[in-house]
């Protein structure tokens, strides 16, 4: 069986018909986002590339603890956004400027004024953003980036600039932080780089520039990861794995990562 995971574009009115390399958009396509098919043996960690060409919904995600007091089972989302790409004046909200009560947040988010309470930061290519469970959030125009979250599809819209898509006022102020966002995991990489970006609690997530450290081995152990190539080919069971490709390998061990190569692990703690 192959390592590679299948991947799948998908068309977005916000998506972008000119992608940043690897990638190609089909002609006559608005590509959105790319998916990366979740094994069975890492089910609950999900890959995928995003692309803008408009500004997402301000929206938010519950935390395990919420979606299991409502019986929808372990559905909480804690994500992370690596910026490969970035136009000029591109940006990510995150959290608030000052605190704002949920009478405040619903009223915000009715009037639209919640945009402008946002916290909004200026992106470019190697800024990394943990977004922990009910940290309101919205990526802007002109942003390329890969994700890695908890798989899970529940998300609630408080604003989407007018359009014709439901919102979730009530779900989401219920679930919504109103502080400043101000989690350390926060920075921005050099070219080549190689970082410990995320340690739990859902999963991890290291940043490598060629072999990995001996001392970053344990830490995998023996079980299965996903491998994204950012620079060179990855090979795993004879198999090279290009950039914009994601790849499942048994243990770290079984990866042959060369002498110069760029890559992220993940797997879920």
């Keep these: 069986m192959s390592a590679a995971l299948p991947a799948r574009m998908v068309d977005k009115p916000w998506g972008c018909d000119r992608l940043p390399p690897p990638f190609t958009a089909p002609q006559g396509r608005r590509i959105g986002e790319i998916w990366f098919e979740p094994p069975a043996a890492l089910a609950g960690l999900l890959v995928k590339y995003l692309f803008t060409s408009e500004a997402l919904s301000v929206q938010v995600h519950p ?3 919420q979606t299991l007091a409502k019986g929808l089972g372990r559905q909480g989302k804690e994500e992370c956004w690596l910026v490969i790409a970035a136009e000029p004046g591109a940006r990510i909200g995150i959290g608030f400027a000052a605190a704002i009560d949920a009478q405040t947040m619903r009223a ?3 009037d639209g004024s919640i945009e402008a309470r946002m916290r909004w930061h200026a992106v470019e290519a190697g800024d990394f953003f943990y977004i922990p469970a009910n940290t309101v959030h919205a990526i802007g125009a002109g942003v390329s980036l890969i994700e890695i979250q908890q798989h899970s599809d529940i998300t609630y819209r408080l604003y989407d600039y007018g359009r014709p898509r439901a919102l979730h006022l009530d779900e989401a ?12 995991r926060r920075r921005r990489l ?7 970006l995320v340690d739990g609690p859902s999963f991890r997530l290291d940043r490598i520039a060629g072999p990995p450290a001996a001392a970053l081995r344990p830490a995998y152990g023996a079980r299965p990861l996903l491998v ?7 090979g795993i069971g004879g198999e090279h794995i290009a950039p914009g490709g994601c790849a499942l390998a048994d243990t770290i061990d079984a990866v042959d990562f060369g002498e110069s190569r760029l890559a992220l692990l993940a797997q879920p703690c």
């Design 63 to 65: 935390n395990d603890a």
């Design 108 to 110: 915000a988010a009715r």
């Design 173 to 184: 102020v219920a679930v919504a932080c109103g502080e400043p966002y101000s989690d350390p």
């Design 190 to 196: 050099g070219a080549d780089e190689a970082a410990q």
């Design 228 to 234: 994204i190539p950012l620079a060179g080919p990855i």
